[in-house]
């Protein structure tokens, strides 16, 4: 009786230890983690980096901090790590106490195992029974892998914690009110809520662009001090000096002449974020002056042309886009329907980058142009992926620093997607070309909305004037050695 007295009391004094332990070592996050980011290289150009990016880069994955030390750390012997496999945060433990816990677990659990060992001894083998799971090597399995469950499951936690704070509610009702539906605000908050590994990423194509220049010009700076050492420079030095000083010269030079004709209107249009839209008909220019505002934006705003988007860029339209320089350009219907796809994805991460950044003007604004939008609209490989494009274009644009100039033929509510026409009437800047005999543009420009006057009244079928010189041919040769003459 004695016997079974101190048992019982021992027992309970492990029990209670193996409570407290266990409580003490329960957390949210039991384990140190480290977040890693899986972002292997396509070799088939911007296409298949998307495609790739899709299935691997944006998924959010987690190790073990003592594992990623140990195997994937940078100073690990193995050499997997490389460009593909990239450190985004470490989580440390949110219960700092887990290990005295632990301790005090373990204790209690061996004082409770041994007195049920006692116990066990004395009963007949009728009286307990291992469950079927328990007689297998399943059992042992399932015990194993306890802490990789935990570590999975925390992972998945994670995961929904990062969606809690997807879109602000502003932004959720204007997608409402373009149509956007549930699914596509869905697909925003995931791609948004990639959190750290955007601020990698996409703190983002503006930070990165900003380090490579950086990297450039640390890297020209070096090539001119190690020539001026070898006393080769300072000719080459003298030259790049005096093609800045020309440079600037030039743009300051059509930036007032720009301001000088017809109070301003042409500039105005050219130094504004709104979205930009021509409508003419065949031969009225539209295209060259296009072309013509991007290189004014290029040359005297250092705006970069990120997307040309046509499916005549290398064709009929060649002559406009070839003074460009663009960084992308997507002509055929399965590339332009990824590529507004891309767009869109792309302003969301520099918007979500420029939110992140103490300093947003950090982001770099950049150019998109899209030809005959009309079209698109209607062609079944491009039809969704337009019809998007241009409901996001009217919101995101300018959070996300991009100038969009696009063209289309006519200004029907048939020529955009259903349900915009308030949007767009607010929020984009139309103007219409014209031309006599279908095949000379006329120097006639008429301002149907979109811009204000000094006093913020909005100018309505104004008619307006380009001027002469006004074309993608003379403003490239302008800052290439053939000046314009301004008359206006």
């Not at 691997?56 to 460009?83: H, M, T």
């Not at 002559?319 to 055929?332: F, H």
């Not at 030809?371 to 644009?397: C, I, P, Q, R, V």
Request: charged share 25%; hydrophobic share 35%; with cysteine.
């Amino acid at each position: 009786m004695k016997e079974s007295i101190a048992e019982l009391a021992l027992a309970g004094f492990f029990g209670v230890s193996a409570i407290i332990g266990f409580t003490a070592a329960q957390s949210k996050q039991p384990y140190d983690l480290t977040q890693i980011q899986f972002c292997p290289k396509s070799a088939n150009g911007i296409v298949g980096q998307v495609e790739l990016d899709k299935r691997f880069c944006y998924q959010p994955r987690y190790v073990l901090a003592e594992a990623w030390k140990q195997y994937g750390g940078y100073n690990s012997p193995i050499p997997y790590k490389g460009d593909a496999i990239q450190l985004v945060r470490e989580l440390p433990t949110d219960n700092p106490k887990q290990i005295m816990g632990g301790a005090i677990a373990i204790v209690g659990l061996w004082g409770v195992t041994g007195c049920l060992i006692v116990r066990t001894n004395r009963l007949k083998h009728k009286d307990y029974e291992l469950g079927e799971l328990e007689k297998t090597s399943g059992y042992i399995t399932w015990n194993a892998q306890k802490q990789r469950r935990s570590v999975k499951a925390h992972s998945t936690q994670l995961r929904t914690d990062q969606l809690k704070d997807g879109l602000s509610a502003l932004d959720v009702q204007e997608r409402q009110e373009l149509g956007l539906t549930d699914e596509d605000n869905e697909r925003a908050k995931a791609r948004i809520q990639l959190e750290d590994y955007l601020k990698a990423r996409a703190v983002n194509h503006s930070v990165m662009d900003k380090q490579i220049a950086e990297n450039l010009r640390d890297k020209a700076k070096a090539d001119q001090e190690r020539e001026k050492i070898e006393g080769k420079n300072k000719s080459a030095i003298t030259d790049d000096d005096n093609q800045q000083s020309v440079n600037q010269q030039r743009a300051n030079e059509l930036i007032e002449a720009l301001k000088a004709h017809e109070d301003c209107w042409l500039w105005k249009i050219i130094d504004n974020l709104t979205p930009l839209w021509l409508i003419g008909r065949q031969g009225s220019g539209k295209t060259y002056t296009s072309a013509a505002i991007a290189l004014v934006r290029k040359h005297c705003l250092g705006i970069p042309i990120y997307y040309l988007i046509d499916r005549h860029a290398t064709g009929d339209n060649q002559k406009a886009w070839q003074y460009l320089d663009t960084t992308n350009i997507a002509e055929s219907e399965e590339e332009i329907d990824t590529a507004l796809d891309t767009l869109c994805n792309h302003w969301l991460l520099r918007i979500k980058g420029k939110n992140d950044l103490e300093q947003p003007a950090l982001i770099t604004p950049e150019q998109v142009l899209i030809d005959e939008y009309t079209n698109l609209k209607g062609l079944d490989a491009t039809k969704d992926s337009a019809e998007k494009f241009y409901k996001m274009h009217l919101t995101d644009t300018r959070k996300a620093k991009s100038h969009v100039i696009g063209i289309t033929h006519n200004d029907t509510n048939a020529s955009y997607p259903e349900g915009t026409q308030a949007t767009r009437e607010a929020g984009t800047i139309l103007i219409q070309k014209f031309s006599a005999n279908g095949k000379t543009p006329l120097p006639r420009v008429k301002i149907v909305r979109g811009l204000l006057d000094d006093n913020g009244e909005e100018l309505k079928d104004a008619e307006r004037t380009l001027p002469k010189w006004f074309n993608p041919e003379d403003i490239y040769n302008h800052f290439n050695g053939k000046p314009i003459v301004f008359d206006n």
